[in-house]
């Protein structure tokens, strides 16, 4: 089955600092890949998106690239603020017979320091 | 503005009590589902229902039952038989093709 797999956290980073959160993903056709960005008590915000080999999505700052050849959609941000502090979700749909399905990977808690 | 709104925000249940959490959208989107969130965790799928009238398992269904009578609207029972029920809960819906879900703001319910 498909799956998404990204990298344990919590990443502690001083504000300014380079982000980098890796992700990969299982599917077997082709999926759309989107990161999401959730901070506490809140539900999940759509951060970017990319729904075909090569696009990249950017946001706010964020940027990822869909790599099918490596099957990954890291996440990256050039120069972070205290206010990025949050969890990262990368996630994946795919079209189905029934409907469409959604795969979220575990999530990547940032903590960005002053 | 268009979105999901679920209800209430926090949440307590005795012990042995069906309690139902509300999720409605004005997105017109088609698709919805239910998640779990327990802390320091991914998400898990409960339910999720693709047309009205019509909803499947997901991966954690047990103890949990819903219903889609109304496009807007799908809303989750957490029966007497889920063992730990305390957690996050999300509601999420999207259009039926290869595109993003929007979530709600979460439900957080608590067994007393």
């Known amino acids: 089955g498909n799956s998404v797999t990204q990298m344990e956290g919590p990443v502690t980073l001083s504000e300014e600092a380079f982000l980098t959160i890796n992700c990969t993903y299982t599917?077997?056709?082709?999926?759309?890949l989107f990161w999401y960005v959730q901070y506490p008590g809140e539900g999940l915000q759509l951060l970017l998106k990319?729904?075909?080999?090569?696009d990249k999505g950017s946001n706010k700052g964020f940027e990822a690239t869909y790599r099918k050849e490596t099957t990954s959609f890291h996440l990256e941000k050039g120069s972070v603020q205290v206010s990025d502090s949050a969890v990262y979700f990368c996630?994946?749909?795919?079209?189905?017979?029934?409907?469409?399905?959604?795969?979220f990977g575990p999530g990547t808690r940032l903590s960005v320091l002053p | 503005d268009g979105g999901i709104t679920q209800s209430p925000k926090y949440l307590f249940r005795k012990e042995g009590q069906n309690v139902t959490l509300s999720c409605e959208q004005n997105?017109?989107?088609?698709?919805m589902y239910w998640y779990r969130q327990d802390p320091g965790q991914g998400l898990r799928l409960i339910y999720y229902s693709q047309i009205v009238n019509d909803f499947q398992k997901g991966d954690i269904a047990e103890g949990y039952s819903v219903s889609r009578e109304k496009k807007e609207s799908f809303p989750l029972t957490v029966t007497s038989a889920q063992k730990n029920p305390t957690a996050f809960y999300l509601c999420?819906?999207?259009?039926?093709?290869?595109?993003?879900?929007?979530f709600g703001q979460g439900t957080r319910l608590t067994v007393v």
């Open positions: 999420a819906s999207s259009i039926r093709d290869n595109t993003e879900a929007f």
């Open positions: 990319a729904t075909k080999a090569d």
């Open positions: 997105l017109n989107h088609d698709a």
């Open positions: 599917a077997t056709g082709y999926p759309s």
């Open positions: 996630a994946l749909s795919e079209a189905q017979a029934y409907g469409q399905n959604f795969v």
